[in-house]
C-alpha cells in the first residue's frame, strides 16, 4: 500500500510518499505553510517538489493539521486539583491548547473573560457520576444565558446531562456531551473526549484558508497532535516499552509519554489524580517562531545572558516577525538550539511527576505529583529545530538539565525523527498498525 502523507504544520507543511509493503518512504517534501493566504498554495509547492523526486502514484491520501496553533479550548470544572485538572489533562491528550481555566462557580466577570477569549470549544465538566452536580448545573445555567457562539462539550456528571438539556432547550449554544472525563475519584477517562474533539476538529475548526477543501480530500485527516500521539502509542506497545517524545515546534511545544502514571513504590506516597497512560502536554508559551517572544517573556533575559545572547529579545523578535526565518550563520544556528533547549526543558518539566520529600519519626517519605517517567527506555524529538541541529543531543540533555526531584530515567536512548515520519507513522496506524511500527523503528535515528 501507498500513502500520501501531508502534515500542514505551524510552520512548514511536510510531505511524505510511503510504501508500506516496502517499509520505504519513496520521497518527501516540504515548503512554507501559507496560512496568512490559502493552505493549499504551500501544499501545491511541497507536492511540486514531491513529483520532482517520485512520479510513483499512492493508494490513500491521509492528513494532519497544527497550522492554526491547534484547538484552543477553555475549560470549566469543579475542583481545581480533580475533576478540573482531569479536564485540562483529557483535553490536552484530545490534541487541544488550554486557553484557560475555571473551577469552582463561574461569576459574571469570569463569564466576561471567556467570551473575550473566543475560544474554539468550550468544556464543562464536574462531579463524578453520581456524585455532586449542584456546581456543574449551576455553571451551565450561567453559560446558557450568554449563548455565546462557540460550542459547548459538556464532559462531567452524566446523571446532570437531562436536567442540562432541559437548560439549553432555548438556547443557540452549539451544545453537545461525551463521556464523563472523571467517572469515578482520581480516575481520567479521556478516550472518549479525544474522539469527541476529533469531530468537531473536522466538522467546524479547520477554519486556517483552505483547510477544509483539503482535509475534504484527505480520507481522513486528524489534529497533528492525535497523530503524533498515535504513533507514539503504537510504536511503544509494539516495543512493550516506556515511551517519552518532544515536538519544538513555532508555534508550541508538545510533550507525550506512555506508561503507567504510579509505579507503586517503597515509601512514595501516590498521586491525586492517576494520569492517563498516554499523556500529552502542550506549552503555547514555548515555540521556535509564533512563540519565540513569549518564551523570552516567560524565561526572562537572564538565562539567555548566561549563554552567551544579551540580545535574545532582539532574537526572538526577529523570529516572531518573520516565522519563515530560516538560521544561515552558525551563530543563529545556536540560538535556536539554545531556544529549543530552553523550551524543551520547560515543556518537560511541566510534564514529568515531581517527588517531595517529607520527613518522618524514623525516615522519609515522598509524596509524587505528576507522572512517574523513571522507566522510559527512550526519548523521541521531532520539530525543525531538533532535526535540523548540527548538535541535537544539546537538545535531548535538556532532560537531563532537570534537577532529580524529577521522576525521569536517567539514560534513556535517544532517537531523532529525522525524516518527519511521526505524525505520518500515526496516520498509517489507523489502517496497518504493524507497519506503521516497522516504519517508525526503520527512520529513527540514534543520538549519542
Known amino acids: 500500500m501507498k500513502y500520501l502523507l501531508v502534515d500542514v504544520g505551524s510552520t512548514y507543511t511536510k510531505l511524505n510518499l510511503i510504501d508500506t509493503e516496502m517499509c520505504k518512504i519513496l520521497a518527501s517534501a516540504w515548503s512554507y505553510t501559507t496560512v496568512e493566504t490559502d493552505v493549499n498554495e504551500g501544499f501545491n509547492k511541497a507536492y511540486k517538489k514531491l ?29 481545581k486539583n480533580l475533576t478540573t485538572y482531569a479536564l485540562k489533562a483529557a483535553s490536552l491528550s484530545s490534541g487541544a491548547r488550554i486557553l484557560r481555566e475555571y473551577y469552582y462557580e463561574l461569576t459574571d466577570e469570569k463569564l466576561d473573560e471567556i467570551e473575550k477569549y473566543k475560544p474554539d470549544i468550550l468544556l464543562l465538566c464536574g462531579g463524578t457520576d453520581g456524585g455532586n452536580s449542584s456546581n456543574i448545573i449551576f455553571n451551565a445555567k450561567k453559560i446558557a444565558k450568554r449563548n455565546f457562539p462557540f460550542p459547548l462539550l459538556v464532559c462531567g456528571n452524566s446523571y446532570a446531562n437531562d436536567e442540562i438539556r432541559e437548560i439549553f432547550k432555548d438556547s443557540k ?46 480520507e481522513i485527516f ?103 526565518f530560516i538560521a544561515e550563520s552558525r551563530d543563529e544556528e545556536k540560538f535556536d538550539e539554545l531556544l529549543g533547549f530552553l523550551a524543551a526543558k520547560t515543556a518537560l518539566s511541566r510534564h514529568i511527576g515531581k517527588l517531595k520529600k517529607i520527613p518522618t519519626k524514623t525516615r522519609y517519605i515522598y509524596e509524587q505529583s505528576g507522572k512517574d517517567l523513571s522507566e522510559v527506555k527512550e526519548f523521541i524529538g521531532t520539530g525543525g529545530v531538533i532535526i535540523n541541529s548540527p548538535n541535537p543531543k544539546f537538545i535531548f540533555d535538556s532532560l537531563k538539565a532537570l534537577d532529580d526531584s524529577y521522576l525521569k530515567v536517567k539514560n534513556p536512548k535517544y532517537l531523532l525523527d529525522k525524516r518527519y515520519i511521526l505524525s505520518s507513522a500515526g496516520l498509517i496506524s489507523e489502517f496497518e498498525k504493524e507497519n506503521s511500527y516497522r516504519i517508525i523503528s526503520k527512520y529513527l535515528q540514534e543520538v549519542k
Do not use: W
Open 51 to 79: 513529483r520532482q523526486i517520485s512520479s510513483e502514484k499512492y493508494d490513500r491520501f491521509l492528513g494532519a493539521s497544527s497550522a492554526s496553533g491547534g484547538l484552543k479550548v477553555v475549560v470549566v470544572g469543579f475542583s
Open 173 to 218: 449554544m452549539n451544545l453537545s456531551f461525551t463521556e464523563n472525563v472523571m467517572p469515578n475519584v482520581n480516575v481520567i477517562n479521556y478516550k472518549p473526549l479525544r474522539e469527541v474533539i476529533g469531530k468537531i476538529f473536522i466538522e467546524t475548526i479547520t477554519r486556517a484558508k483552505g483547510i477544509l477543501s483539503l482535509s475534504q480530500k484527505c
Open 222 to 324: 486528524l489534529p497533528t497532535p492525535i497523530a503524533v500521539q498515535k504513533a507514539v502509542t503504537n510504536y511503544g506497545k509494539f516495543k512493550n516499552a516506556e515511551i517519552i517524545a518532544i515536538d519544538i515546534g513555532g508555534a508550541t511545544t508538545d510533550v507525550y509519554s506512555l506508561g503507567v502514571s504510579y509505579k507503586g513504590k517503597e515509601n512514595i506516597i501516590p498521586p491525586e489524580i492517576d494520569e492517563p497512560f498516554e499523556k500529552r502536554t502542550v506549552e503555547g508559551d514555548m515555540g521556535m517562531r509564533y512563540s519565540a517572544t513569549a518564551l523570552f517573556e516567560s524565561l526572562g533575559p537572564e538565562i539567555f545572558r548566561d549563554y552567551g545572547f544579551p540580545d535574545a529579545l532582539e532574537r526572538c523578535q526577529k523570529r516572531f516577525n518573520h516565522p519563515d
